[in-house]
């Protein structure tokens, strides 16, 4: 055989399913809406505290009495 599907009933890419009722496509398209929810949040959240650990170390290592004697 050479690879090539000519004659064949079989279709070149039977992985690839598109049903022919759409409303199967309901829970596919609720669960990634779901997903890019999740991952704004987590990336929110992740923001947040990235920011409150940036201020405690700032607050750490550079006390606002160093900060004035600079300038």
């Known amino acids: 055989m050479t ?3 000519e004659g064949s009933d ?3 890419m039977e ?3 598109f049903p022919e009722d759409k409303s199967e496509y ?6 990634l809406i ?3 929810v999740a991952a704004a949040v987590t990336m929110v959240v992740i923001i ?5 650990e940036e ?3 700032e607050e750490t290592f550079y006390p606002k009495d160093h900060k004035e004697s600079e300038h």
């Not at 309901?26 to 669960?31: F, N, Q, Y």
């Not at 947040?48 to 409150?52: D, G, I, T, V």
């Open 55 to 57: 201020k405690k170390t």
């Open 15 to 17: 992985f690839l399913y």
């Open 34 to 36: 779901l997903f890019i």
């Open 26 to 31: 309901i829970p596919a398209v609720l669960m």
């Open 3 to 5: 690879g090539d599907m």
């Open 10 to 12: 079989r279709p070149m």
């Open 48 to 52: 947040k505290a990235s920011r409150k």
